[in-house]
């Protein structure tokens, strides 16, 4: 009976023991715990005041006003580089590449306010070897960066800017993302915080918003002008919506509504998809469009082309007829002046859509009569 005794007491006591050193080994773990949290929460405070976010440029607030050219240069691999080259004339910035054509005047303070506001976030690698990881390989170096270049008067440099990979899906609540970017001769790169437009085709910058007109403007339409066949498309006010044909052959009907007014109001939803000074592009046999609106505006249109889009050329006169009818020929003067102010010295290059329908023929608008 003793021996059983002095067993169950040794077994209480040995528990005891164990539970001492697991208390002592969860103190010891909360401890380090502790520890680690601290630890963490020091790196995290040390990393996030390593860098403070400055101004990338911080000389350009005072100079951005003397901007005079603003070039991009972007890589075309085997092919060389490509430019597009702005450049402000009196009060207004015109694009060199398209013969001084205006450009898009929010477009490029867009550009400026950029790089006045653009950051430096964090520093990063300053080996050249890596710049082409980051996109930052001069473009003339057969490398993926766009260069930006701000010029003053005689294109004395105020700036330039090597532009690389963004990092996708990351902005904060002002809009502005990530960007990596370096002085273009500086190896020194930088995680760039900014809204910061980058477009090196040309056709982006081009100020496109020349025609300003509303299908309600369109009073009639002639295709082919001046031709053996031409198309005459008309309607009496602009709360008749259909046109009808004029000249309807006999023995022939439209093929519809939708066909036929796409013709007549195609100008109103063209998009104008490039620009070349008037002598670049041969108008030879053209054929012409006569374009009457409302309000008193006649349009002589000439195109020019293949097969898909055609080049427009425009000739905005006031439109006799209703001058003779009433029309108020101070404001028709006026509208025809803005319109000659944009149009005048210039070809237009319409999309496909658009061009198929200033082309169609008689046949194309009609289909013989049933019986």
Do not use: C
């Amino acid at each position: 009976m003793s021996g059983l005794t002095m067993k169950g007491t040794k077994g209480r006591s040995g528990l005891a023991a164990d539970k001492r050193r697991l208390a002592i080994l969860a103190g010891v773990t909360a401890l380090f715990s502790v520890a680690a949290i601290v630890a963490v929460s020091v790196q995290e405070s040390s990393v996030a005041t390593r860098f403070t976010p400055e101004p990338f440029f911080s000389e350009l607030n005072e100079e951005s006003a003397l901007a005079h050219k603003i070039v991009f240069t972007i890589g075309k691999g085997m092919q060389g580089t490509q430019s597009v080259t702005l450049t402000k004339q009196g009060d207004i910035w015109v694009v060199e590449e398209r013969g001084n054509y205006p450009a898009v005047d929010e477009k490029v303070q867009q550009v400026l306010t950029g790089l006045v506001d653009l950051e430096k976030f964090e520093p990063r690698t300053a080996n050249p070897e890596f710049h082409r990881q980051l996109g930052l390989r001069e473009p003339e170096n057969l490398g993926r960066a766009v260069r930006l270049q701000v010029l003053g008067e005689d294109d004395v440099e105020i700036l330039s800017l090597l532009t690389g990979e963004t990092v996708e899906g990351v902005s904060d609540t002002q809009g502005r993302g990530l960007l990596y970017a370096r002085r273009d001769g500086a190896d020194q790169t930088w995680l760039t915080r900014g809204r910061l437009p980058l477009n090196g085709e040309v056709t982006h910058w081009l100020d496109t918003d020349v025609l300003n007109i509303e299908r309600a403007d369109i009073r009639e339409l002639v295709l082919w002008s001046g031709s053996p066949n031409p198309t005459h498309l008309s309607r009496p006010d602009a709360d008749e919506r259909n046109f009808s044909i004029v000249n309807l052959p006999e023995g022939r009907v439209g093929r519809g509504a939708a066909i036929i007014n796409g013709s007549a109001v195609a100008l109103a939803t063209a998009e104008i998809e490039d620009v070349a000074p008037v002598d670049a592009v041969t108008f030879v046999n053209a054929p012409h469009v006569e374009m009457t609106t409302f309000d008193g505006v006649h349009f002589g249109i000439d195109l020019m082309g293949g097969r898909g889009s055609l080049w427009a050329r425009f000739e905005v006169t006031a439109d006799q007829a209703a001058l003779d009818a009433g029309a108020d020929p101070v404001a028709v003067q006026e509208r025809v002046d803005a319109l000659k102010a944009k149009l005048d010295g210039w070809a237009f290059k319409l999309d496909e859509r658009s061009s198929v329908k200033l082309i169609q023929t008689m046949d194309g608008l009609t289909r013989p009569a049933e019986g």
